[in-house]
């Protein structure tokens, strides 16, 4: 999916309401750009192929490490490193940008959980919906 068209963001997360269930918006070089909601503390875990970016697109999380935590707001961006342990938590539902290698589960290397998910297609064309 290589479309040339806008993708609304705002727009997409009016389509699902369900947390840590990433949906894909948009491929690129290999990586998945994926929103998604958070709610609640996901499960910790960690990616030992792949970096992992988040981007908070409203309301506000805490990344948290086995050492230390970082509060990301809107507007703001983290890059986990590939291999270190993390683990989102959000105090109130806040959604998120994620931009990751295709593929990539959600609860990294750990065993699976009914949580586990690389991701689904969010139903497109966005912008044509409208
Ligand atoms: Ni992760």
């Known amino acids: 999916m ?5 993708i609304d963001l705002n727009t997409a ?3 699902f309401t369900d947390h840590w269930s990433p949906r894909i918006v948009a491929e690129l070089n290999g990586q998945h750009v994926k929103i998604a909601k958070f709610a609640g503390a996901f499960d910790w875990h960690s990616h030992g192929d792949a970096d992992e ?3 908070v697109l409203q309301g506000s999380f805490t990344m948290e490490f086995r050492d230390h935590s970082v509060k990301l707001s809107e507007g703001q961006m983290l890059v986990v490193p ?3 342990e ?8 806040c959604s998120v940008m994620l931009v990751e290698p295709a593929g990539l589960l959600n609860t990294g290397d750990s065993t699976e959980t009914e949580r586990s998910t690389s991701g689904q297609w969010l139903i497109e064309p966005l912008e ?3």
């Open 2 to 6: 290589c479309d040339m068209h806008s």
């Open 13 to 15: 997360l009016t389509r």
């Open 53 to 55: 970016m988040f981007l």
């Open 82 to 84: 590939r291999g270190v």
């Open 86 to 93: 993390h683990r989102p938590v959000a105090d109130a539902e």
């Open 128 to 130: 044509r919906a409208e």
